[in-house]
């Protein structure tokens, strides 16, 4: 028997292994893929739950996240061609303008 | 029956607001400046005249204003900001006179500003009204010294304003705290003195409440040894900031001691006085002696007005009639001779472009009249008889013998102290040889004379005839005095 | 306008037309005539002198009245403290305003000559008349707070008189030095006054209530008032240990030494121990204590200026010396005595100190008494009034200083106080000498000198002081010579005079004379016709040196006191409290520093707060609010 639980679990681990990815990968590329394994891992839970629960809404919920995936889809990947142009490099560690400056001696 | 005193406070903020939107050339901002400064100045005289010299709240104007939290606009004079109200109205046109040829217009715009903003912080009666005057005669300051201060600037403005706001945060959260408790005893809100005064609060919370009240205004005055923004300040501050500094703000800090502290917690305030004495004391002797080896001679002034400040504390912190009635004439006193001495530094400095002691000299046979003037605010600083200062001075002491003998002798020092600076400065200023920065020293100018004239008559004929300005606010001192725990105690 | 009120004007009119003349001054400085100068100058003080010689009059024909007193206005009023601008006049107050302003306008007629053409001249007298106005004012109050009013504003025109020539800052420096000296005297008199109004002037603070209260105060009280006002006395009159000032006063123009360092000023803390005397006589102890200071004052000045080559200078330590003897009578209880010799003294000194003027003029401005010499033949109204000016204060009969000085040692012989008594009468040995020094140094010269001319003014006063000089001795003129002290008798202060018999008032007297005459001959020995000046001996350099006790002074307090300021200034407000405030400052910008670094701009980093921070809520969530 495979029960509703069964897919929340798998669920959360997709999850986990998304936000591994998100933080300890430096190549925007993967850590983009990882952002998408989490909204797919959501996706999951929202099924599992209509299933469990005999409704219909969180199937619409599962739904509108697909819609959004893909129009993030677009921007996020203008915006990494918009970074490869300017820095030559898909590294995230390069990415650091907005860094707290290093201590200076005066004032 | 226009209202006096908001007239007085607002006047100078309303002609530079106008002036500011107008976008006025300079002459006109100057004229209008001396033109509202003179008209607060004719109202200050009505007002003197018009004080009935009775314990009670003069003059006062009463409005519902944040009907919420009950802050209300709550002004008044009685026998305790009677002087400083006078000092403000009487010097700031001055200040204008001898500030005549300088042309930045911010200078002219944050003076103004200053003025109405003292003058209303001499005038509440609700804290957060108060409390925003306080904070608003700051900001002028800040800008005046930012931009248009001499040496180190840059650091002098943002040590003395950061210090100030540090103490005024503190006195924030015991105004809140005195609120709050009042809100939760009595179910409304309040800020005016009268509601908070009755209130009971445990020993330990007046303690803090008190403490907080003490760190905003022992910063202002200065009290040692929070005066480390002093020196600096005063050096870096162009001539008519340090006059407000000195002869005003400074003062204010005393009287709001007066005001709030005495008025809302008069046994703390007994308890505490011990504790304020000490540092006032030793204030006193250290800035006196301090000034002894300064070069720069606003510093040296600087240092001067620190010790006299600490007596007009001392004073206070008597408890006694005397120190109280001395100590609100040399506020008077020393508003006027300090004012003086300063404006004469800035036309000192207009001329020579130097503020070393060292590199001056000369200047007696240069310009008879500037040195007599000169020295007339030297020896008033120093408290000859036939000055303000020697009454003042003589009443302080006199009250400091009545609390303790080693208080005593401890504020005569007072006579020796000025004259350890004063009279080595003179020599090397205005006597001896012509130096090279005094060479073209020209003498006193027409509106330079018609702003000193009047200061130094006030001074010799309040040394003179002290006892009609001390009739106006002898009856409340003594009112108050006898009327609070403090004279029933002893 | 009654008689009283007359007091009023006696001290207001050189008060106005000293305003008036430095109004005046500003205004057209020297595009005035000298001549209107002087006229406001000189008249204001001769009427006021007028008017005191009226009222004194007045006290002589009435023998019932005692005393005057006139209040101008309230000045003060706060609870006790009551002040009024009042005036008092009693037979003491009255002798002392008529020699001062008597001798007052002699010396400002002799000033329009000295002054003459001096730039300053308005501004001169302006301060002069300040001075004799304030001078009035102590005398003439009715309360100790006007005396103390008078009394520094005595000491302030002093310091405006020193500082005259400006322009050289020596000058300046001698003011400041007579200023500050002055008021650290002040320092102990206004505590000494302060504590009497505290102790003894709840129904009062004016000399008669403070005299009838008196009695309320304790003894140990009553004495250390007794030396804070001593102290204000010590500061004014000169004596050790706060004298240094004078020798350098006569910076100042030579009028200016005459009137204020000769006659009047340094009188005023004697007038000021004879006022209170009622204090003082319930204090015997401290009334030795001032009679010691006096001796020692007496004897360390007669030391110095037997040493001295400046004649100013000479002049200076002869009149510290000289108050010594008045204080000597002032605290052994004598205080006619003191006055007595005030008076004497006012005229001889005063002459003595003209004189060296008009000798000074004379010889295109030298001040060394070697380069002084001349004869006596080119100028014998000065040489004839000197003559008699160095014969009283040496204390040979029957000139005034005879009478006052005798009167003064024979009260301390009287008291039992021997070893005041000793010291006294050595010194009197050497004032005859050091005088007798000056004396002959200056008239037995050359005849073939040019003199500078000297005005008409400045030789009249001269005639007319060394008439005083001469006969006013016989005012007071002790029983054992025949007469009646009338002096003494007329003053009526509570004097707590010695009785000797009438053989040893003999035998002392005739000591003094003995060694009057000894020092004279000294003098005449050695300096009538080949003066020269000390070697450099080192007895001798130490005396000229006036024991280097300036020096001593200078490094004591001066230097150690701007070592003070230094550190108060710079090593304590800059290094520790300032330092306090930036390292707080510091402080703060490096915690800033430090929690900044969580911001490193890495959005991976950003993502793992996220991250830590949702599941901090959720498990706080889930586990703690149920």
């Given at each position: 028997m495979i029960f509703v639980t069964d897919y929340m679990i798998l669920a959360v681990l997709l999850f986990s292994i998304g936000i591994v990815g998100v933080v300890s990968r430096r190549n925007i590329i993967v850590l983009y893929m990882s952002i998408e394994l989490m909204l797919n891992a959501i996706n999951l839970i929202f099924v599992a739950l209509s299933r469990q629960y005999e409704q219909l809404d969180t199937q619409v919920a599962a739904l509108m996240i697909i819609a959004i995936a893909a129009a993030e889809a677009a921007l996020f990947l203008a915006v990494m061609v918009l970074l490869f142009r300017n820095r030559r490099s898909l590294d995230a560690n390069v990415f650091n303008l907005l860094r707290q400056k290093e201590a200076t001696s005066n004032d | 029956m226009i209202p006096i005193l908001s007239t007085m406070i607002f006047l100078p903020i309303v002609t530079t607001m106008f002036l500011f939107m107008t976008r006025s050339p300079i002459v006109i901002i100057k004229y209008a400046a001396l033109l509202s400064s003179l008209i607060v100045l004719l109202l200050s005289v009505k007002l003197f005249n018009n004080f009935d010299a009775t314990s009670s709240l003069q003059f006062v104007e009463k409005y519902q204003w944040i009907d919420k939290y009950g802050i209300t606009y709550h002004i008044g004079v009685d026998g305790y900001n009677l002087m400083i109200v006078m000092a403000i109205a009487i010097l700031m046109p001055l200040i204008y006179l001898t500030l005549?040829?300088?042309?930045e217009k911010g200078y002219w715009y944050n003076l103004l500003l200053v003025q109405g903003a003292v003058m209303g912080a001499t005038v509440s009666f609700d804290l957060i009204l108060f409390y925003l005057f306080w904070e608003t005669m700051l900001l002028p300051i800040f800008f005046i010294m930012g931009l248009y201060g001499y040496e180190d600037k840059i650091y002098s403005t943002l040590k003395f304003t950061l210090y100030t706001l540090l103490g005024s945060l503190l006195m924030l959260v015991s105004i809140l705290y005195l609120a709050v408790e009042h809100y939760n005893l009595t179910g409304t809100w309040s800020f005016l003195l009268n509601d908070l005064k009755a209130m009971p609060l445990s020993t330990e919370e007046i303690f803090w409440v008190f403490a907080g009240f003490i760190f905003a205004f022992g910063i202002k005055i200065p009290l040692f040894p929070f005066h480390t923004w002093l020196p600096s300040a005063y050096a870096t501050a162009p001539s008519g900031a340090v006059v407000v500094l000195s002869s005003i703000m400074a003062k204010i800090g005393v009287y709001a001691i007066w005001r709030f502290l005495f008025f809302l917690f008069p046994q703390m305030l007994d308890s505490f006085a011990p504790y304020l004495l000490a540092p006032a004391l030793i204030g006193l002797i250290y800035f006196g002696i301090g000034a002894i080896m300064q070069d720069n001679i606003k510093r040296m002034f600087a240092y001067s007005s620190g010790s006299h400040l600490s007596l007009i504390l001392i004073g206070l912190l008597l408890l006694n009639p005397y120190g109280w009635n001395g100590s609100i004439y040399l506020i008077g006193a020393h508003a006027l001779s300090s004012g003086g001495l300063f404006l004469m530094v800035a036309m000192l400095y207009a001329r020579t472009n130097n503020k070393n002691v060292n590199e001056l000299g000369g200047i007696a046979s240069q310009a008879p009249l500037f040195s007599i003037f000169f020295v007339f605010f030297s020896l008033a600083i120093v408290g000859i008889?036939?000055?303000s200062g020697f009454v003042a001075e003589l009443l302080i002491i006199l009250g400091a013998f009545e609390h303790s003998m080693l208080v005593g002798i401890i504020s005569a020092t007072t006579l020796l102290i000025a004259m350890t600076f004063i009279f080595w400065m003179l020599q090397r200023v205005i006597f001896g040889q012509t130096q090279k920065s005094t060479e073209n020293f020209y003498d006193l100018q027409k509106n330079e004379l018609v702003a000193l004239v009047p200061i130094a008559l006030l001074i010799l004929i309040m040394g003179i005839m002290p006892q009609p300005f001390i009739e106006k606010f002898e009856p409340t001192i003594t009112d108050n005095l006898k009327s609070s725990y403090i004279l029933e105690a002893k | 306008m009654t008689n009283s009120s007359l007091l009023a004007f006696i001290v207001l009119l050189p008060f106005a037309s000293s305003l008036f003349l430095g109004i005046l001054y500003l205004l057209f400085q020297n595009k005035i005539k000298e001549l209107t100068y002087s006229i406001f100058g000189i008249g204001s003080v001769l009427t006021s002198s007028i008017l005191t010689l009226y009222i004194a009059t007045d006290f002589f024909q009435n023998e019932n009245l005692n005393h005057l007193s006139y209040v101008a206005y309230e000045w003060l009023h706060i609870e006790n403290f009551i002040i009024n601008v009042g005036f008092f006049a009693d037979k003491l107050s009255i002798v002392m305003i008529s020699f001062i302003t008597v001798i007052g306008t002699l010396i400002h007629i002799y000033a329009a000559g000295y002054m003459?053409?001096?730039?300053g001249f308005g501004k001169f007298f302006a301060f002069f008349n300040l001075f004799m106005g304030s001078m009035l004012l102590l005398v003439l109050g009715d309360n100790p707070i006007m005396l103390f009013i008078g009394w520094e504003g005595v000491g302030l025109c002093s310091y405006l008189l020193i500082s005259y020539y400006h322009k050289d800052a020596q000058n300046v420096k001698a003011g400041n030095k007579a200023f500050i000296l002055n008021r650290i005297g002040d320092f102990g008199f206004l505590i000494g006054m302060l504590l009497l109004f505290l102790y003894a002037g709840t129904n009062g603070f004016s000399y008669g209530a403070l005299e009838a209260n008196i009695a309320s105060v304790s003894p140990t009280v009553l004495t250390s008032i007794a030396l804070l006002l001593f102290v204000g006395a010590m500061g004014k009159s000169a004596q050790i240990p706060l004298y240094v000032w004078l020798p350098d006063a006569m910076a100042g123009p030579t009028p200016v030494s005459a009137l204020i360092h000769a006659a009047t000023m340094v009188t005023a803390g004697v007038y000021m121990v004879a006022r209170f005397a009622f204090i003082y006589n319930l204090t015997p102890e401290v009334g030795i204590f001032i009679a010691y200071i006096g001796a020692f004052s007496a004897l360390l000045a007669a030391l110095i200026a037997a040493h001295q080559d400046d004649i100013k200078k000479i002049l200076a330590y002869s009149t510290m010396s000289q108050l010594g003897y008045m204080f000597v009578a002032a605290g052994l209880g004598l205080y006619s005595g003191a006055i007595f010799h005030v008076f004497t003294h006012a005229f001889f000194k005063a002459l003595l100190f003209m004189g060296a003027g008009v000798l000074i003029v004379a010889m295109h401005h030298k001040q060394n008494i070697f380069e002084l010499r001349m004869h006596r033949s080119l100028l014998p109204i000065t040489f004839v009034t000197m003559l008699i000016a160095t014969l009283a204060i040496s204390g040979v009969p029957p000139f005034a200083g005879f009478f006052s000085k005798d009167a003064i040692m024979a009260q301390a012989f009287a008291s039992g106080q021997y070893g005041i008594w000793l010291i006294t009468t050595f010194t009197a040995l050497l004032t005859a000498y050091y005088m007798f020094r000056l004396f002959f140094t200056v008239f037995f010269g050359n005849r073939n000198i040019h003199l500078h001319e000297i005005k008409q003014s400045m030789q009249l006063p001269l005639i007319i002081l060394a008439v005083g000089a001469a006969f006013a001795g016989f005012l007071n003129i002790p029983h054992f010579l025949g007469g009646d002290i009338q002096f003494s008798h007329w003053i009526a202060i509570a004097d707590r005079a010695e009785h000797l018999s009438v053989t040893t008032e003999w035998i002392l007297t005739l000591v003094n004379v003995t060694l009057g005459a000894v020092g004279i001959l000294f003098a005449w020995k050695n300096f009538a016709y080949n003066p020269m000046p000390s070697d450099q001996s080192v007895i001798n350099v130490v005396f000229m040196r006036k024991f280097y006790v300036d020096e001593l002074y200078e490094l004591l307090f001066v230097k150690n006191i701007r070592r003070l300021s230094y550190l108060f200034s710079t090593l304590i407000d800059v290094k520790l409290i300032s330092e306090f405030i930036r390292a707080a400052s510091a402080g703060y910008y490096k915690l800033g520093i430090l929690t900044g670094q969580v911001q490193n701009g890495n959005v991976r980093f950003y993502a793992l707060y996220m991250t830590l921070g949702v599941i901090g809520m959720s498990i706080y969530l889930l586990e703690f609010v149920k």
């Amino acid at each position: 028997m495979i029960f509703v639980t069964d897919y929340m679990i798998l669920a959360v681990l997709l999850f986990s292994i998304g936000i591994v990815g998100v933080v300890s990968r430096r190549n925007i590329i993967v850590l983009y893929m990882s952002i998408e394994l989490m909204l797919n891992a959501i996706n999951l839970i929202f099924v599992a739950l209509s299933r469990q629960y005999e409704q219909l809404d969180t199937q619409v919920a599962a739904l509108m996240i697909i819609a959004i995936a893909a129009a993030e889809a677009a921007l996020f990947l203008a915006v990494m061609v918009l970074l490869f142009r300017n820095r030559r490099s898909l590294d995230a560690n390069v990415f650091n303008l907005l860094r707290q400056k290093e201590a200076t001696s005066n004032d | 029956m226009i209202p006096i005193l908001s007239t007085m406070i607002f006047l100078p903020i309303v002609t530079t607001m106008f002036l500011f939107m107008t976008r006025s050339p300079i002459v006109i901002i100057k004229y209008a400046a001396l033109l509202s400064s003179l008209i607060v100045l004719l109202l200050s005289v009505k007002l003197f005249n018009n004080f009935d010299a009775t314990s009670s709240l003069q003059f006062v104007e009463k409005y519902q204003w944040i009907d919420k939290y009950g802050i209300t606009y709550h002004i008044g004079v009685d026998g305790y900001n009677l002087m400083i109200v006078m000092a403000i109205a009487i010097l700031m046109p001055l200040i204008y006179l001898t500030l005549w040829k300088r042309n930045e217009k911010g200078y002219w715009y944050n003076l103004l500003l200053v003025q109405g903003a003292v003058m209303g912080a001499t005038v509440s009666f609700d804290l957060i009204l108060f409390y925003l005057f306080w904070e608003t005669m700051l900001l002028p300051i800040f800008f005046i010294m930012g931009l248009y201060g001499y040496e180190d600037k840059i650091y002098s403005t943002l040590k003395f304003t950061l210090y100030t706001l540090l103490g005024s945060l503190l006195m924030l959260v015991s105004i809140l705290y005195l609120a709050v408790e009042h809100y939760n005893l009595t179910g409304t809100w309040s800020f005016l003195l009268n509601d908070l005064k009755a209130m009971p609060l445990s020993t330990e919370e007046i303690f803090w409440v008190f403490a907080g009240f003490i760190f905003a205004f022992g910063i202002k005055i200065p009290l040692f040894p929070f005066h480390t923004w002093l020196p600096s300040a005063y050096a870096t501050a162009p001539s008519g900031a340090v006059v407000v500094l000195s002869s005003i703000m400074a003062k204010i800090g005393v009287y709001a001691i007066w005001r709030f502290l005495f008025f809302l917690f008069p046994q703390m305030l007994d308890s505490f006085a011990p504790y304020l004495l000490a540092p006032a004391l030793i204030g006193l002797i250290y800035f006196g002696i301090g000034a002894i080896m300064q070069d720069n001679i606003k510093r040296m002034f600087a240092y001067s007005s620190g010790s006299h400040l600490s007596l007009i504390l001392i004073g206070l912190l008597l408890l006694n009639p005397y120190g109280w009635n001395g100590s609100i004439y040399l506020i008077g006193a020393h508003a006027l001779s300090s004012g003086g001495l300063f404006l004469m530094v800035a036309m000192l400095y207009a001329r020579t472009n130097n503020k070393n002691v060292n590199e001056l000299g000369g200047i007696a046979s240069q310009a008879p009249l500037f040195s007599i003037f000169f020295v007339f605010f030297s020896l008033a600083i120093v408290g000859i008889p036939g000055t303000s200062g020697f009454v003042a001075e003589l009443l302080i002491i006199l009250g400091a013998f009545e609390h303790s003998m080693l208080v005593g002798i401890i504020s005569a020092t007072t006579l020796l102290i000025a004259m350890t600076f004063i009279f080595w400065m003179l020599q090397r200023v205005i006597f001896g040889q012509t130096q090279k920065s005094t060479e073209n020293f020209y003498d006193l100018q027409k509106n330079e004379l018609v702003a000193l004239v009047p200061i130094a008559l006030l001074i010799l004929i309040m040394g003179i005839m002290p006892q009609p300005f001390i009739e106006k606010f002898e009856p409340t001192i003594t009112d108050n005095l006898k009327s609070s725990y403090i004279l029933e105690a002893k | 306008m009654t008689n009283s009120s007359l007091l009023a004007f006696i001290v207001l009119l050189p008060f106005a037309s000293s305003l008036f003349l430095g109004i005046l001054y500003l205004l057209f400085q020297n595009k005035i005539k000298e001549l209107t100068y002087s006229i406001f100058g000189i008249g204001s003080v001769l009427t006021s002198s007028i008017l005191t010689l009226y009222i004194a009059t007045d006290f002589f024909q009435n023998e019932n009245l005692n005393h005057l007193s006139y209040v101008a206005y309230e000045w003060l009023h706060i609870e006790n403290f009551i002040i009024n601008v009042g005036f008092f006049a009693d037979k003491l107050s009255i002798v002392m305003i008529s020699f001062i302003t008597v001798i007052g306008t002699l010396i400002h007629i002799y000033a329009a000559g000295y002054m003459h053409k001096d730039e300053g001249f308005g501004k001169f007298f302006a301060f002069f008349n300040l001075f004799m106005g304030s001078m009035l004012l102590l005398v003439l109050g009715d309360n100790p707070i006007m005396l103390f009013i008078g009394w520094e504003g005595v000491g302030l025109c002093s310091y405006l008189l020193i500082s005259y020539y400006h322009k050289d800052a020596q000058n300046v420096k001698a003011g400041n030095k007579a200023f500050i000296l002055n008021r650290i005297g002040d320092f102990g008199f206004l505590i000494g006054m302060l504590l009497l109004f505290l102790y003894a002037g709840t129904n009062g603070f004016s000399y008669g209530a403070l005299e009838a209260n008196i009695a309320s105060v304790s003894p140990t009280v009553l004495t250390s008032i007794a030396l804070l006002l001593f102290v204000g006395a010590m500061g004014k009159s000169a004596q050790i240990p706060l004298y240094v000032w004078l020798p350098d006063a006569m910076a100042g123009p030579t009028p200016v030494s005459a009137l204020i360092h000769a006659a009047t000023m340094v009188t005023a803390g004697v007038y000021m121990v004879a006022r209170f005397a009622f204090i003082y006589n319930l204090t015997p102890e401290v009334g030795i204590f001032i009679a010691y200071i006096g001796a020692f004052s007496a004897l360390l000045a007669a030391l110095i200026a037997a040493h001295q080559d400046d004649i100013k200078k000479i002049l200076a330590y002869s009149t510290m010396s000289q108050l010594g003897y008045m204080f000597v009578a002032a605290g052994l209880g004598l205080y006619s005595g003191a006055i007595f010799h005030v008076f004497t003294h006012a005229f001889f000194k005063a002459l003595l100190f003209m004189g060296a003027g008009v000798l000074i003029v004379a010889m295109h401005h030298k001040q060394n008494i070697f380069e002084l010499r001349m004869h006596r033949s080119l100028l014998p109204i000065t040489f004839v009034t000197m003559l008699i000016a160095t014969l009283a204060i040496s204390g040979v009969p029957p000139f005034a200083g005879f009478f006052s000085k005798d009167a003064i040692m024979a009260q301390a012989f009287a008291s039992g106080q021997y070893g005041i008594w000793l010291i006294t009468t050595f010194t009197a040995l050497l004032t005859a000498y050091y005088m007798f020094r000056l004396f002959f140094t200056v008239f037995f010269g050359n005849r073939n000198i040019h003199l500078h001319e000297i005005k008409q003014s400045m030789q009249l006063p001269l005639i007319i002081l060394a008439v005083g000089a001469a006969f006013a001795g016989f005012l007071n003129i002790p029983h054992f010579l025949g007469g009646d002290i009338q002096f003494s008798h007329w003053i009526a202060i509570a004097d707590r005079a010695e009785h000797l018999s009438v053989t040893t008032e003999w035998i002392l007297t005739l000591v003094n004379v003995t060694l009057g005459a000894v020092g004279i001959l000294f003098a005449w020995k050695n300096f009538a016709y080949n003066p020269m000046p000390s070697d450099q001996s080192v007895i001798n350099v130490v005396f000229m040196r006036k024991f280097y006790v300036d020096e001593l002074y200078e490094l004591l307090f001066v230097k150690n006191i701007r070592r003070l300021s230094y550190l108060f200034s710079t090593l304590i407000d800059v290094k520790l409290i300032s330092e306090f405030i930036r390292a707080a400052s510091a402080g703060y910008y490096k915690l800033g520093i430090l929690t900044g670094q969580v911001q490193n701009g890495n959005v991976r980093f950003y993502a793992l707060y996220m991250t830590l921070g949702v599941i901090g809520m959720s498990i706080y969530l889930l586990e703690f609010v149920k």
